[in-house]
């Protein structure tokens, strides 16, 4: 009877453990590598253009305050077009505005807020007609990002949610 040349070799005996060994490190490292990716493709929201009739509304601070003196800004073509500063009740008002525009509100200390939006009645999409209220955050939450609401209840919500008040 003749014997294989590698049959007393590393291979023949051991290579089912390590190949198993093998496999559940490369399985564990492909996971790994998976939620990370899902994980940071999570933190990038796509936000649809918000469609408003008319561009006014409220800046806030993440606790509710009104932020006074703080421009508000509509650029068009990368270029700012309309700019204005808030009132002693953090509000603006741009009634000339039509078309495509990104709002823009930035604070020193403050995270930014832009956001696409599209007015007037050619726009295609249900018109909001009511104010809009931007929150903004500050930048010591990394996970934080400065928000615009259509909805005065959905704000107030997000208000109370913040400051921990469920007033």
Known sequence: MKRSALSGSIFTRSAGPRLRCFLSIGLIAACTFALAAQSAQSQFKYLKPLHLAHVYGYVFDESGKPLVGIQVVLASGGLPSLAMNTDDKGYFDFPEAKGEYLLHVKIP????????????????????????????????????????FTNKKLFEQTIRETTGNQD
Do not use: A, H, W
Not at 120 to 127: A, E, K, M, P, R
């Open 109 to 148: 200390g403050l995270v930014f807020m832009d956001r696409q939006i599209i007015v007037g009645s050619g726009s295609g999409g249900q018109l909001n007609r009511g104010p809009v209220y931007v929150m903004m955050r500050s930048p010591k939450c990394k996970e934080c990002t400065s928000e615009v």
